[in-house]
């Protein structure tokens, strides 16, 4: 890839991820790998940068009334391959979920210059957020979303650089309880037990719900993800469980139905946490402008709607157009072979930097007439 591509040298733009893989930022330990990114972001092209009161670093080009938001995350899961570069192979937790999107963030919106005779301080603001606990709770991303109101957002998470996420499954966070003051299992199996059957009855209720023909987005799954218990003395159990709702699906309707389920067992239920899933349309203008800028870069546009869940379904909550965009191969997220190609990665910010210029000229456009080629609409 020429240096030209981007106002960056490639040893500059590679560096800038290789440092935040080898940094360790597991979820609530972001603190390093947040200072970091900080102090870089200036030589990046980024005017001002800093630190929010919930920790998530955030970042701005230009001062206009529309924004364009890159919410990004910099936390990671534990674990993951040592970090090390293999010719142009970078290996290390967080190369794909999610520092690699992030520092092609980094890149694109740094180097943003949409050619209109109108400065992009004058009309427009490119704003960067590297969010902390998205791994967790996604209390960087819950502190951003009321305050805030973007005219566009790109969510960094690993697509590709010719897919575009335009959809992720939501989800229902129960947890099942139950305790008694001590018995013996002769007479009374106990609440280890009913915790445990409660559970499968919930995921067999799930299972059943499911059809495998169906996209993966418009199909529920369930998962155990935590569990503990105590038969000696006051006997108690708990098992927690994670749903993923299919597009469509209620969290408050699914919620009931499955506690009544548990409920049967004698268990108390818990509705911890839930969210809905979230699906954009195929002609949101974003992701027109991301489908032309990899068409442009020569590779073939994929459109991808995924089972997990991700703070683009907070994000939803903008009702702004959006997407989710980054390098990287997804199924390699939160394993012991996660590793991104820099390659991919600067291409994937050279084609992330091309669509949000088409988006900003295309919007222009539209709203005030100014008959600039309208590319990113086509």
Same mark, same amino acid.
């Given at each position: !890839?020429?240096?030209?591509?981007?106002?960056?040298?490639?040893?500059?733009?590679?560096?800038?991820?290789?440092?935040?893989?080898?940094?360790?930022? *597991?979820?609530?330990?972001?603190?390093?790998?947040?200072?970091?990114?900080?102090?870089?972001?200036?030589?990046? %092209?980024?005017?001002?940068?800093?630190?929010?009161?919930?920790?998530? *670093?955030?970042?701005?080009?230009?001062?206009?009334?529309?924004?364009?938001?890159?919410?990004?995350?910099?936390?990671? #899961?534990?674990?993951?391959?040592?970090?090390?570069?293999?010719? &142009?192979?970078?290996?290390?937790?967080?190369?794909?979920?999610?520092?690699?999107?992030?520092?092609?963030?980094?890149?694109?919106?740094?180097?943003?210059?949409?050619?209109?005779?109108?400065?992009?301080?004058?009309?427009?603001?490119?704003?960067?957020?590297?969010?902390?606990?998205?791994?967790?709770?996604?209390?960087?991303?819950?502190?951003?979303?009321?305050?805030?109101?973007?005219?566009?957002?790109?969510?960094?998470?690993?697509?590709?650089?010719?897919?575009?996420?335009?959809?992720?499954?939501?989800?229902?966070?129960?947890?099942?309880?139950?305790?008694? %003051?001590?018995?013996?299992?002769?007479?009374?199996?106990?609440?280890?037990?009913?915790?445990?059957?409660?559970?499968?009855?919930?995921?067999?209720?799930?299972?059943?719900?499911?059809?495998?023909?169906?996209? #993966?987005?418009?199909?529920?799954?369930?998962?155990?993800?935590?569990?503990? %218990?105590?038969?000696?003395?006051?006997?108690?159990?708990?098992?927690?469980?994670?749903?993923?709702?299919?597009?469509?699906?209620?969290?408050?309707?699914?919620?009931?139905?499955?506690?009544?389920?548990?409920?049967?067992? %004698?268990?108390?239920?818990?509705?911890?946490?839930? !969210?809905?899933?979230?699906? #954009?349309?195929? &002609?949101?203008?974003?992701?027109?402008?991301?489908? *032309?800028?990899?068409?442009?870069?020569?590779?073939?546009?994929?459109?991808?709607?995924?089972?997990?869940?991700?703070?683009?379904?907070?994000?939803?909550?903008?009702?702004?157009? !959006?997407?989710?965009?980054?390098?990287?191969?997804?199924?390699?997220?939160?394993?012991?072979?996660?590793? *991104?190609?820099?390659?991919?990665?600067?291409?994937?910010?050279?084609?992330?930097?091309?669509?949000?210029?088409?988006?900003?000229?295309?919007?222009?456009?539209?709203?005030?007439?100014?008959?600039?080629?309208?590319?990113?609409?086509?």
């Amino acid at each position: !890839m020429s240096e030209t591509i981007l106002p960056f040298t490639l040893e500059a733009a590679r560096e800038l991820l290789v440092r935040l893989v080898e940094i360790p930022s *597991v979820t609530g330990g972001e603190d390093e790998a947040c200072e970091y990114l900080a102090g870089a972001l200036s030589s990046f %092209g980024w005017e001002r940068a800093g630190r929010d009161e919930a920790g998530n *670093v955030t970042a701005s080009r230009g001062s206009g009334e529309r924004e364009i938001l890159l919410l990004g995350h910099i936390d990671t #899961v534990p674990g993951g391959p040592l970090c090390r570069v293999e010719g &142009d192979v970078l290996w290390g937790r967080g190369s794909v979920d999610a520092k690699g999107p992030l520092a092609a963030f980094v890149l694109a919106g740094g180097a943003v210059a949409p050619p209109i005779p109108v400065a992009l301080s004058d009309e427009w603001k490119i704003t960067l957020v590297a969010a902390v606990g998205e791994e967790g709770d996604s209390r960087g991303a819950r502190y951003v979303i009321p305050r805030r109101d973007p005219t566009a957002c790109v969510v960094g998470e690993p697509s590709g650089t010719e897919g575009i996420t335009v959809g992720y499954r939501g989800y229902l966070r129960l947890r099942l309880s139950a305790r008694d %003051g001590g018995a013996h299992r002769s007479g009374d199996a106990g609440p280890v037990t009913a915790c445990l059957l409660a559970a499968a009855d919930v995921l067999g209720q799930v299972e059943r719900s499911e059809n495998s023909s169906k996209p #993966v987005i418009e199909r529920p799954s369930g998962a155990v993800i935590a569990m503990w %218990g105590q038969e000696e003395g006051e006997r108690a159990g708990l098992v927690d469980i994670d749903v993923r709702l299919p597009l469509g699906a209620d969290p408050g309707a699914w919620a009931r139905e499955l506690s009544g389920s548990a409920e049967k067992r %004698g268990v108390h239920v818990e509705v911890v946490s839930s !969210m809905p899933a979230h699906l #954009v349309k195929k &002609d949101d203008p974003l992701v027109r402008a991301l489908r *032309v800028a990899v068409r442009d870069a020569g590779l073939t546009p994929r459109l991808l709607a995924k089972g997990g869940t991700a703070d683009f379904n907070l994000a939803a909550a903008w009702d702004c157009p !959006m997407a989710a965009y980054g390098p990287g191969d997804s199924k390699l997220d939160h394993t012991s072979e996660e590793r *991104v190609d820099l390659n991919e990665y600067l291409k994937a910010a050279f084609i992330l930097k091309n669509a949000l210029e088409n988006f900003i000229i295309a919007y222009d456009s539209r709203l005030e007439g100014r008959g600039y080629p309208l590319r990113a609409c086509l």
